[in-house]
């Protein structure tokens, strides 16, 4: 198992930017891709970026692409999200996963993870 720990949510004017941090624990040396998701009320859960743990291959949805940037620090357990340029639309609560499975590609499907951290709200205001 690998616990996710999400942190850096709040509250920001639009325009604005915020990082969050997603601190892994537990058997990190089988995290094969990390990702983030957001699950805005009443919406779906959806993709936002994603990461593999070793190589640094990376993918973004297109709402995101120049705006967000995914990275990691292998040597501290964690994933970033640094957000640039936030909308009011991108208010939601942002979701770590992680994924043990060496598929090859950073899945953009929320069955492609199997590890879920608690989830930190994140609100831009217009």
């Known amino acids: 198992q690998v616990q996710l720990v999400e942190s850096g949510g709040g509250l920001v004017q639009a325009g604005g930017s915020l990082r969050l941090s997603c601190a892994a624990s537990g058997r990190t040396f089988s995290v094969y891709t990390m990702a983030w998701f957001r699950q805005a009320p009443g919406k779906e859960r959806e993709f936002v970026a994603g990461i593999m743990w070793s190589g640094g291959t990376r993918y973004s949805a297109d709402s995101v692409t120049g705006r967000f940037t995914i990275s990691r620090d292998n040597a501290k357990n964690t994933v970033y999200l640094q957000m640039n340029s936030l909308k009011p639309e991108d208010t939601a609560v942002y979701y770590c996963?992680?994924?043990?499975?060496?598929?090859?590609?950073?899945?953009?499907?929320?069955?492609?993870?199997?590890?879920w951290g608690q989830g930190t709200q994140v609100t831009v205001s217009s």
């Open positions: 996963a992680a994924s043990f499975f060496r598929t090859g590609v950073v899945g953009s499907s929320q069955r492609n993870y199997e590890h």
